[in-house]
Each structure stands twice: as C-alpha cells, then as structure tokens.
C-alpha cells in the first residue's frame, strides 16, 4: 500500500515568496491533516479536512496561509508571504474517517522549508 | 487546557540497556494515546497505540506502552534498545476525535 505523498521534499526560498505544497494522501482515506513542525518541537496542527470540507483550521495563519482539497483527494498547502518563521516541516497526514475511534493517521515524509 | 507532556528533552542510553520514555497528558476523559518515531529527514512512524482494555500495549520494534489513569501518563519502554533506535520519539493524544496534540519530543542517543 502506497504511502501519504508530499512534493517537493526540499525548498528554500526568500521571506515574501510564496510557495505551495502538495499531498497527495493514502487512497480511500477521508481525512487529510497539515501540520507544521518547527525544529525542536512537536507537530502543531494547521487544518483539518474531511473529504473536501475543513473540518479544523482554527490554528492556521490565514493571513498568509491556505489550503485546498479539491475533489477530496489531493491536497495544497500555499503560503504567501512566506515569513523567516515560516522555516519549519510541513508534514500532510491521512486516516480512514475523522479521528472517533482512534483511527491511525498516517504520516508523510514531510516538506522541509526553510526561509532565508 | 489540554496538552501533552514530555520532560526529558534529551536521553542518553547505552546499546543493550533498558529505555522508558516519559509521557503525561491532560484530559478529562480516556483519551487514546499514541507514540510514534521519527528518524532524521523521516515522517513520522506509528510504534503503538491505545483506545481501551489492556493497558499494557504493544508496538513495533519491540517496543510497549503502558497507560496509567492514575498518573494520567503512558510512557514508552523497550528492555534491550539497539543502535537503530536513534531517532526522535514523540508521544501523542487524540482529543475530541478530531484533534491530535503532540508533545515536544525526546531524542534518544544510544551509545554504542
């Protein structure tokens, strides 16, 4: 079975670009997560989408970030201006329905940024 | 307020010693608890997890786990750790179905 996938793996950019992220998660699964881990801390969550309605964004910076779910499958995570602590990875997650019953969720290899 | 707890930043171990990685959290009800890995440059690996019944559980990697209410913690225990164990380990809880906290993490060296 196929894994969660994120492109790219690696960016660096200047602070005020923009840059997009995409997911693409384990096939059949409902749920989709964006989390954003700073070096030294744990994952933070940014949002939450079941299906393709958010169900979760109330940590998101929607100032400068955004996501999408088109379709209910894929996913992008966009932020623009990118700022200096903005550096972080950003990990797409996947599980079967929402969380109830303590689903599993499933982690990609994350999208490392840093921004100079 | 919810959160989750690790409060060892740093552990050091020697190859072949025992390991138990601390972990509290906070919630009113049973929540279900997880523990995963990450390896430098890697996602995150699910070791184990907990929802109900017993509770000592078992993962991957030789690794278990064991909830205790009273003390509102489910530390992470291997008896014999190998140099591949090396990596981050972090422990998590799902709140309210939706909403998965995580805590700071504790790196593991192992020495050989």
């Known amino acids: 079975e196929a894994g969660v996938a994120q492109s790219p793996r690696y960016k660096i950019i200047e602070k005020r670009q923009s840059v997009a992220f995409w997911c693409n998660p384990i096939s059949g699964h409902a749920t989709l997560y964006w989390y954003q881990q700073i070096l030294g801390q744990g994952p933070k969550l940014l949002i939450q989408?079941?299906?393709?309605?958010?169900?979760?964004d109330s940590q998101l910076p929607k100032d400068r970030f955004s996501a999408e779910r088109l379709k209910g499958v894929d996913s992008t995570l966009k932020i623009q201006p990118a700022k200096l602590e903005d550096s972080a990875v950003y990990l797409c997650a996947s599980s079967p329905r929402d969380g109830s019953s303590g689903n599993t969720i499933y982690f990609g290899e994350g999208s490392w940024l840093t921004v100079v | 307020a919810q959160s989750v707890t690790q409060p060892d930043i740093h552990i050091t171990v020697s190859e072949g010693a025992s390991l138990e990685l601390r972990c509290n959290y906070s919630?009113?009800?049973?929540?279900?608890l997880f523990w995963y890995v990450q390896s430098p440059g890697q996602g995150l690996q699910l070791l184990l997890k907990?929802?109900?019944?017993?509770?000592l559980v078992q993962g991957i990697k030789g690794f278990e786990a064991e909830f205790k209410r009273s003390q509102s913690s489910f530390n992470l225990r291997k008896p014999s750790v190998h140099w591949s164990d090396a990596a981050e380990y972090f422990c998590?809880?799902?709140?309210?179905?939706?909403?998965?906290?995580f805590g700071a993490g504790t790196r593991l060296t192992v020495k050989p």
């Open positions: 998590a809880v799902l709140y309210n179905n939706n909403d998965m906290r």
């Open positions: 907990y929802f109900s019944g017993d509770t």
């Open positions: 989408f079941q299906n393709n309605g958010v169900v979760d």
């Open positions: 919630y009113g009800a049973t929540p279900y």
